[in-house]
């Protein structure tokens, strides 16, 4: 599965940025992650095929959206009223199987897109 991640930038404190990645086929499970540089890859949305739930880290929960156009294997992140502290590279992952691990964690996913760095100004 190739993925292609967009959608980031300069934003202000408060604002709303939407992230899309493409995905090049159907996957079972798609996610995003961030990463400052220093710090581990942090999670932050996921979804599933096959279940209705989606996923939230904690510290973006309530104010960041997953969603999905599974016409066009398309992954959105829709991020409102952001904060300083979510500047960071944010990675789209998917997998094409289920696995017996969380959608939370890294290992999960097999395939990942090469970043779009958000950035939010004070």
């Known amino acids: 599965v190739q993925l292609q991640a967009s959608g980031g930038g300069l934003v202000q404190a408060g604002g709303s940025l939407r992230l899309s990645c493409v995905a090049s086929?159907?996957?079972?499970?798609m996610a995003w992650f961030r990463q400052v540089p220093g710090n581990e890859r942090e999670f932050v949305a996921a979804?599933?095929?096959?279940?209705?739930?989606?996923y939230y880290g904690d510290s973006v929960k309530g104010r960041f959206t997953i969603s999905a156009d599974n016409a066009k294997n398309i992954v959105y992140l829709q991020m409102n009223s952001v904060k300083p502290e979510d500047t960071a590279v944010y990675y789209c992952?998917?997998?094409?199987?289920?696995?017996?691990?969380?959608?939370?964690?890294?290992?999960?996913?097999?395939?990942w897109g090469q970043g779009t760095l958000v950035t939010v100004s004070s």
């Open positions: 979804m599933t095929r096959n279940e209705p739930g989606k």
């Open positions: 992952a998917a997998n094409r199987n289920r696995l017996p691990l969380s959608v939370r964690t890294t290992p999960r996913y097999a395939y």
């Open positions: 086929e159907v996957a079972c499970a």
